[in-house]
């Protein structure tokens, strides 16, 4: 195919070159690629006809539903950049978001309808009115639709989770994107008779960009929900031949337990990948005796630059944690608190080169100065403020963020230290440690089958008396943001007031 210039080229391209191989999955509807390409001409259309221009931003509150997808290309056809954002997002973080990417416009389906209807100086449209029901398909609208806008534009805010403070939105320009998706699947490989199941939501780059790679391989993306992830995950995994699934560490959870209960086995399965939270080599372990023949592609990357590296399958097994070697064109150096470049094997904080470093974050200068930095030359540097070392291969080992490290008993360690030891034990399924900071020890939050005394033993065999947490608890659960990820502002906030029966011991001596 011609190579894209603009991101709603893919779908152009695509519907040139299939059209009539199935785009997507939703429920028991599906849609082919011209369908799709044609849908999100008329959503085009509608956006101009209510006054949407270049430049513009679109905030669209939606959840995994066809028609987000092609609002999303069709904002991209008229020079709009879309702001996705869940449906489960609070009254107050939506009033955030909309306030701070100054949007003219908000589209929301029915769920998020009571909260975006009542913003103030906004005009609300209701996400059928402009992007047609989540089962009809529309036709095909060119003619009102001609390209806007330059690779370099915007095409795209994709807000941070905000687990430092309010979300912040990261600027990606069609170009930026394009990269991105295309070097992601130069090493995934998702093949043309591949299906993709989506639980992730849109809102989540992780889950968006699920829709780019499925179109540049002319695979089938099967739109999931949070059923989907829970007790229907197997079940949906065998009745759509899912052949490839991304998850993050919560769901490769889900998958091992329905698999060890059920009597039906997703042997189709082929490929996982995982972002967001590293899974330990055990759950790895885990899930390839679940699912005999499967692949585990562990990647690593952040919103502000998409995706750094990814490992080959099952890298776990030669390179215990590690997260592979860059992407193609991307460079990545370990650099000491003065800036200067570390060897290999020293550990220090990540700097990323190359064109996935995105534009940078939206109306946010300090912030830009402080991460976004230029070379000599002129070209952009992100400090990710992420603690890494690279060995003598060039294969990258995330450390963990600036925020997760701390002192304990005069010892620099971090979380993430913490919680690897922790899933390094048999029958511990997850794990979140929070820092020691603020007049509070550090805490250790295990869902386990274990007794506490045996895990702690288990956890001191690994992490030796200096840097066990001096907290530790077992718990049934623990809480999951919209991303399937653990959520530690609500762990840590319920701390102290979780049920008074949970077991908790002093993991260290004083």
Not at 136 to 153: K, L, N, Q, W
Not at 316 to 323: A, C, E, I, K, M
Request: some cysteine; hydrophobic content about 40%; proline content about 7%.
């Amino acid at each position: 195919m011609t190579a894209p210039v603009l991101l709603h080229d893919l779908i152009d391209l695509r519907a040139a070159a299939t059209p009539t191989a199935t785009a997507l999955t939703r429920h028991d509807r599906s849609w082919t690629f011209e369908q799709l390409a044609g849908w999100s001409h008329d959503a085009a259309h509608r956006l101009s006809t209510a006054g949407v221009g270049r430049g513009d931003r679109v905030l669209i509150v939606g959840a995994n539903e066809a028609s987000v997808v092609a609002l999303a290309y069709g904002a991209a056809r008229i020079g709009a950049v879309f702001v996705i954002v869940s449906d489960q997002v609070s009254p107050f973080h939506l009033r955030h978001i909309r306030d701070d990417s100054e949007a003219p416009i908000v589209i929301a389906n029915d769920t998020a309808w009571p909260s975006a209807s009542t913003l103030p100086d906004t005009r609300a449209y209701r996400l059928d009115e402009i992007a047609g029901p989540d089962g009809e398909t529309s036709p095909a609208r060119p003619e009102h639709t001609p390209a806007a806008g330059i690779s370099s534009d915007p095409v795209c805010f994709i807000y941070t989770s905000g687990s430092t403070g309010l979300p912040k939105a990261v600027v990606s320009t069609h170009r930026q994107v394009l990269f991105a998706a295309t070097a992601i699947q130069s090493r995934l490989g998702y093949r043309a008779d591949d299906t993709v199941l989506c639980c992730l939501p849109l809102s989540f780059d992780y889950g968006l960009y699920q829709v780019f790679l499925t179109t540049i391989a002319g695979s089938r993306l099967v739109l999931g929900n949070d059923t989907d992830a829970g007790p229907a995950l197997l079940n949906r995994l065998v009745d759509q031949q899912v052949t490839v699934l991304p998850l993050v560490p919560s769901l490769a959870v889900t998958l091992c337990r329905l698999v060890a209960r059920g009597r039906r086995q997703p042997s189709q399965l082929r490929m996982v990948t995982n972002t967001g939270a590293d899974l330990s080599a055990g759950q790895c372990a885990r899930l390839r005796e679940a699912i005999p023949g499967l692949q585990v592609f562990a990647m690593f990357g952040l919103t502000e630059c998409k995706r750094v590296s990814i490992a080959e399958p099952d890298l776990d097994l030669t390179r215990p944690g590690s997260v592979g070697r860059p992407l193609p064109d991307t460079e990545v150096l370990i650099v000491d608190e003065d800036g200067r470049v570390v060897p290999a094997g020293q550990p220090g904080e990540l700097v990323v080169r190359g064109p996935n470093v995105m534009a940078g974050y939206w109306k946010s200068p300090e912030l830009n100065a402080r991460r976004y930095r230029r070379d000599e030359f002129g070209s952009p540097m992100l400090f990710t403020g992420d603690r890494a070392k690279v060995d003598a291969d060039g294969y990258l080992y995330f450390l963990g963020r600036d925020d997760d490290v701390f002192k304990q008993r005069g010892i620099r360690l971090s979380t993430t230290e913490i919680e690897a030891a922790a899933l390094d034990v048999p029958g511990v399924e997850m794990a979140a440690a929070l820092p020691g900071r603020d007049g509070r020890d550090a805490r250790l939050a295990v869902c386990t089958k274990l007794e506490l005394p045996e895990l702690t033993e288990a956890l001191r065999a690994r992490l030796g008396d200096q840097k066990m947490p001096p907290v530790v608890r077992i718990v049934d659960r623990l809480p999951l943001g919209v991303n399937g990820k653990v959520d530690k502002k609500v762990l840590a906030a319920g701390w102290d007031t979780a049920d008074a029966d949970a077991r908790v011991s002093a993991g260290a001596p004083a």
